[in-house]
C-alpha cells in the first residue's frame, strides 16, 4: 500500500524567508502528485500538481515542487514565505491499480510571522 | 461553473443520533470520493463511488457508515449511530474520472461535532 510521510509537522518562518516542505511516498510506479494548501476554516485547494514530463512544476502563489524519483521526493518550495502563506499544507500521491483514491500525508503547518 | 458543493456546513448529533452528510460533484462529474480528516491528522480515504456504484470502499469503518451515490442527487454519506470518536470534518471530493491522470476537486467539508 502506498504512504506518504510529511517529515515536518510544525515549521515557523519571518516573512521573507525561503521555505521548502518535505514529502517522501512509498510507491515504485508511476504516481501523480499533489500539494493542496488548507487556510484556516478553508477548504483544500490545490496549489500544484505533478503527472509527468519537467519534474519542476510550478505552481500558484509563487510555489513550486521537484519530483525526485530516485529518492521518491516531491518536496515543496517557496523563495520568499508571506504572511498570508500561514496555512497548512499536505502532500498526496495517486498511484498505481488506486488510481480512484489519494493517499495524503499528515500535514505541515506552516506560520509566518510578520 | 459551481465546484463541489457539501452540505451541511456544520452538523450536531447526540450520540446515538444519524447522521447524513451530501455531497454534489462538480457538473460533469460522475466519480465522487469521501475522506475523513480527525484533528491534527491529514485526510483519510474512505470511500470512492460512481454513479450506482461502490468501486473501492477500502476506508470506510465496517459498521455503522455506509455511502451511495444514486442516480440522481447527490451522494450521501450516513453514519448511524454516531459516537464521539466520528466528530471530524469529512470531505468530499470529485472527478470527471477514475483514471490516474484526472484530478479530484475538493468540497469545504462537514464538520461533525458529536456531543
Known amino acids: 500500500a502506498q504512504s506518504v510521510s510529511q517529515h515536518n509537522h510544525h515549521v515557523i518562518l519571518s516573512e521573507a524567508a525561503s521555505l521548502e516542505l518535505g514529502c517522501n511516498y512509498s510507491y515504485g510506479g508511476t504516481v501523480n502528485l499533489f500539494w493542496y494548501v488548507q487556510y484556516p476554516g478553508q477548504h483544500l485547494q490545490l496549489l500544484l500538481k505533478?503527472?509527468?514530463?519537467?519534474?519542476l512544476v510550478k505552481g500558484i502563489k509563487g510555489f513550486e515542487a521537484e519530483f525526485i524519483k530516485s529518492k521518491f521526493s516531491f518536496n515543496l518550495r517557496k523563495p520568499s514565505v508571506q504572511w498570508s502563506d500561514t496555512a497548512e499544507y499536505f502532500c498526496a500521491v495517486n498511484a498505481g491499480t488506486n488510481a480512484g483514491k489519494s493517499t495524503f500525508g499528515d500535514g505541515t503547518t506552516l506560520t509566518v510571522k510578520p | 461553473n459551481a465546484g463541489v458543493m457539501q452540505n451541511p456546513r456544520h452538523l450536531v448529533r447526540r450520540r446515538g443520533q444519524e447522521a447524513r452528510l451530501r455531497c454534489s460533484p462538480m457538473k460533469g462529474h460522475s466519480h465522487v470520493y469521501w475522506y475523513r480528516q480527525l484533528p491534527e491528522e491529514g485526510l483519510k480515504f474512505m470511500v470512492y463511488l460512481q454513479k450506482e456504484n461502490i468501486i473501492d470502499e477500502s476506508g470506510m469503518p465496517k459498521e455503522r457508515f455506509s455511502a451511495e451515490f444514486p442516480k440522481e442527487g447527490p451522494s450521501i454519506l450516513r453514519i448511524q449511530q454516531v459516537v464521539r470518536g466520528d466528530s471530524a470534518a469529512y470531505f468530499c471530493?470529485?472527478?470527471?474520472?477514475?483514471?490516474?491522470?484526472?484530478?479530484?476537486?475538493f468540497g469545504p467539508g462537514t464538520r461533525l461535532t458529536v456531543t
Open positions: 471530493a470529485s472527478s470527471s474520472s477514475g483514471s490516474l491522470s484526472y484530478e479530484q476537486y
Open positions: 505533478y503527472f509527468s514530463g519537467d519534474p
